[in-house]
């Protein structure tokens, strides 16, 4: 699976930002999906994920405000981030593994997406 994502930018504080991720491959619609971000100077995290069923989750941090989709048919997984705070701040990176498990380790990857919420 080959992964790009798109979307990113620069937004004030309380505004929204919706990211996209491409997917190719044959077996998109078995995996699960997640969006993963890395703030300067910290590790990367779980932001979301969703399986091939349509069952999500979320970090906690982003419950009520982010919400992720996807759409099999054209190889797309979204992520609406709504109400952003300048600590959403970060590179956004879409993720894939194989199975229904949303957590764990991600197999592939795709190139990040710069998400930059000023105060």
């Known amino acids: 699976v080959q992964l790009q994502a798109s979307g990113g930018g620069l937004v004030q504080a309380g505004g929204s930002l919706r990211l996209s991720c491409a997917a190719s491959g044959r077996t998109f619609s078995m995996t699960a999906m997640g969006w993963f971000r890395q703030a300067p100077g910290k590790e990367r995290e779980f932001v979301a994920g969703i399986n091939w069923s349509g069952t999500t989750d979320y970090a906690d941090s982003v419950k009520g405000r982010f919400t992720i989709s996807r759409d099999n048919a054209k190889n797309m997984v979204h992520l609406q981030m709504n109400s952003l705070k300048p600590e959403d701040t970060a590179v956004y990176y879409c993720?894939?593994?194989?199975?229904?498990?949303?957590?764990?380790?991600?197999?592939?990857w795709g190139q990040g997406t710069l998400v930059t919420v000023s105060s």
């Open positions: 993720a894939a593994r194989s199975g229904s498990r949303i957590r764990g380790n991600y197999d592939y």
